[in-house]
């Protein structure tokens, strides 16, 4: 870390190839010989150079824009791999994924079934779509990142889903085929996402004896990671031998969208200290990266767990806020923390951060967004630079 930061200056995001590949190699083998496609979310961690990497080792993409398209294809992602997710999908989102040939949407409205059909007739294609259905289970998460629940605005009704697959037989262009769900982020206890799995087979068997033929299942992602000492997370393997034993001899191909639990916890924020400062009763510890490079903690008073580079136990530790740059008060990254009593100069990183890190970075005051880079085996390399004074200012005109 110390070498990369010297040579890629900080503030610096850090990924492990080893550590992401080892977690989708967990997902991908506990499904064992049952049809199944792992599908990363590509919200988590958008860098080019993990999406290859993911989709060298086999993935498919669950996307949420136009953009998150272009980036899979842009990495050599396979089109045939991708769905697409959101509430929100527009027209030319809706048309370049028809001629990108993916292989399907999760649609969240009846609406938006309508506009599929019609782009996808125009296109003389059939498109291949699943409801996203609400299942109304609780996943006892933060509720920014709860989506399972009736007040959310994701997926349709458990009551009015049956009929909403029964009109849509009227679409020549459109094969309804599958059933989704996805409840929330950063689950530290599967039960909600078996109780929102065994819902959905229940509906699925009703939708069947209706004459709907429904081929595949998909579960979202929402596994949680341990970010806090005491954090316990399932293990990818358990929760995926848990659903597989639900679904087996059914005819199903299942699906899963994780994001955070591939990547979240191999990757880490480095930044260098640049001051020191107590306003009487308080101590900082003032960084070089801010709210702008990992909103986390302001967003969702998220932990993340703090590292110095070099450990020296002679310097004994603090009691500190560690905060950034940027002109807020909401802008910290950590608060009233026992940390490592670093110096301006030292290096602190910041652990658990390759999902929802550098994807949610902004511009805010003016700040070049951070460098990023892969680590694999004994190598690194940049795999995207730190952005330039003039990056901030493209396409702007005075
Ligand atoms: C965000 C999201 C995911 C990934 O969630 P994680 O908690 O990162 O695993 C999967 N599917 C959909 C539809 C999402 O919106």
């Not at 302001?298 to 110095?308: D, G, K, M, N, R």
Request: with cysteine; charged share 25%; aromatic share 6%.
């Amino acid at each position: 870390m110390d070498a990369i930061a010297r040579r890629a200056g900080t503030p610096c995001y850090i990924y492990s190839a080893a550590g992401i590949l080892s977690r989708y190699r967990a997902y991908d083998e506990a499904f064992g010989a049952a049809p199944h496609q792992v599908f990363f979310a590509v919200k988590a961690n958008s860098n080019l150079a993990v999406l290859a990497l993911l989709a060298k080792a086999g993935a498919g993409f669950d996307i949420v824009s136009g953009g998150e398209l272009f980036r899979v294809l842009k990495a050599g992602g396979d089109p045939a791999k991708v769905v697409f997710s959101g509430v929100g999908k527009t027209a030319p989102e809706v048309e370049y994924a028809l001629e990108s040939g993916i292989r399907g949407f999760n649609c969240e409205s009846e609406a938006e079934l309508s506009l599929i059909d019609s782009l996808a007739a125009r296109q003389g294609k059939k498109a291949r779509a699943a409801l996203r259905v609400n299942p109304d289970v609780d996943a006892e998460t933060h509720p920014y990142i709860s989506t399972g629940l009736r007040e959310n605005k994701f997926g349709i009704a458990m009551e009015e889903v049956e009929a909403v697959y029964g009109r849509a037989r009227r679409f020549q262009n459109l094969i309804l085929d599958g059933v989704s769900c996805h409840i929330g982020s950063q689950l530290l206890n599967s039960s909600p996402l078996v109780e929102a799995l065994d819902r959905v087979l229940e509906l699925v068997e009703r939708l069947r004896a209706a004459g709907t033929a429904i081929g595949h299942l998909d579960l979202g992602g929402g596994l949680g990671v341990p970010y806090e000492p005491g954090d316990e997370a399932p293990s990818i393997g358990a929760y995926i031998e848990r659903i597989c034993e639900r679904v087996k001899d059914r005819g199903l191909e299942l699906m899963v969208e994780p994001g955070r639990s591939l990547v979240a916890e191999s990757g880490l924020l480095v930044t260098r200290v640049l001051y020191r400062k107590s306003n009487g009763t308080k101590e900082f510890i003032i960084v070089d990266a801010a709210m702008n490079d990992l909103v986390r903690p302001s967003l969702y008073e998220a932990y993340h767990e703090i590292l110095p580079v070099k450990r020296d136990p002679r310097r004994g530790t603090a009691k500190v806020d560690v905060v950034g740059p940027v002109c807020e008060s909401g802008d910290f990254l950590a608060l009233d923390r026992e940390v490592a009593n670093l110096l301006p100069g030292d290096l602190m990183a910041l652990a658990t951060a390759g999902a929802y890190g550098f994807v949610m970075a902004s511009n805010y005051n003016s700040r070049p967004r951070a460098v990023e880079v892969l680590v694999e085996g004994a190598s690194w390399r940049v795999v995207r630079t730190r952005e330039t004074l003039d990056d901030l200012i493209r396409g702007e005109s005075v």
